[in-house]
């Protein structure tokens, strides 16, 4: 089950206690364009060192098996287009109740000023498609020099 995910520049996670710190945690974005670029009508690949951080834990607490699933994180554009997709396996250890998942993010795909969403979704081993559990707003300004 999904708990919680955040969009940061980086974290830590402290040995002992396995706690995390996020660091710089994002929820806008300005971007300067040259005025060439802005009237092109085409993606922007942005520089963006980032981590999307999600917490999961555990629907049935009695229940301590491996569980095995499928993770999308897909990043949406202002006007419902999917721009980016990215798709990974995760094991969810027989011993951990909770879990956490890290995405490092070196760029995205921009298109205009407005509000994306980084949508994550979830398919279990025996499931045909991916449920969505959670949406992530990011405001982006684009600005032309």
Wanted: charged residues 25%; aromatic residues 8%.
């Amino acid at each position: 089950m999904h708990v919680w995910t955040i969009l940061c520049s980086n974290n830590t996670v402290d040995r002992q206690s396995n706690n995390i710190s996020l660091f710089n945690v994002i929820e806008q974005l300005k971007v300067n364009v040259p005025n060439s670029e802005s009237k092109k009508n085409t993606k922007i690949n942005t520089i963006f060192p980032s981590q999307l951080v999600t917490l999961w834990k555990r629907s049935n607490l009695k229940d301590r098996s491996e569980i095995k699933a499928g993770v999308q994180v897909s990043f949406i554009g202002p006007d419902g287009v999917e721009l980016q997709n990215l798709k990974y396996d995760i094991k969810f250890p027989q011993e951990n109740r909770r879990m956490r998942f890290i995405v490092d993010m070196k760029n995205i795909l921009l298109s205009k000023t407005g509000e994306y969403y980084f949508v994550i979704s979830i398919k279990g081993a025996g499931d045909s498609g991916y449920e969505e559990v959670f949406r992530l707003p990011l405001e982006v300004h684009i600005v032309s020099d």
